[in-house]
């Protein structure tokens, strides 16, 4: 039987298993017993808007030491040949040194200038970290990072990615 999805309940399927990846990691982390590290076991997302949806960018927050950090299920990046912003949602990724913008929203990118509708923002895709570098797992055959896909079907990958970001927070 072949069963067709509209691009919208395409949409509403990836939003649904994401957020399924981040309470794992969550309760994952909540194993860790560490002094001075809050997680925000909620975990957070983007919200959908008349003009856009950001639901697909969904993270764990977490404070260590006076410092907040993010897990995140997605990673944005500026292409290097091309200068454009790109986001790839289900890759895991690890975010530090949050800055806090003009809107009190803790983000790892700045907002330097805002002039009517145009925003001048300073990227900061130095910080963010790919979650592969810091475990010691196995990773798919051909590939360099960790999905939300691997999150949901090997459960071995997640208490390996939560251990890693312990070990990523406190170093």
Known sequence: MNTRLSIKELDELKISLLAEARTKLVNALKDFEIEDLTIRERGGHGIKTKYNDRRMCCWISCEYEGREYWLTLFESDIDPDSGNCH???????????????????????????????????????????????????HIPEGRAYITAGDVLENDGIVDETAAAFVRFVRG
């Open 87 to 137: 986001t790839q949602y289900g890759k895991i990724m690890f975010v530090k040194d949050l800055v806090r913008n003009r809107s009190s929203v803790s983000s790892p990118n700045k907002i330097c200038d805002r002039d009517g509708d145009s925003v001048l923002l300073r990227f900061g895709s130095g910080k963010w970290k790919n979650a592969a570098d810091f475990v010691t797992c």
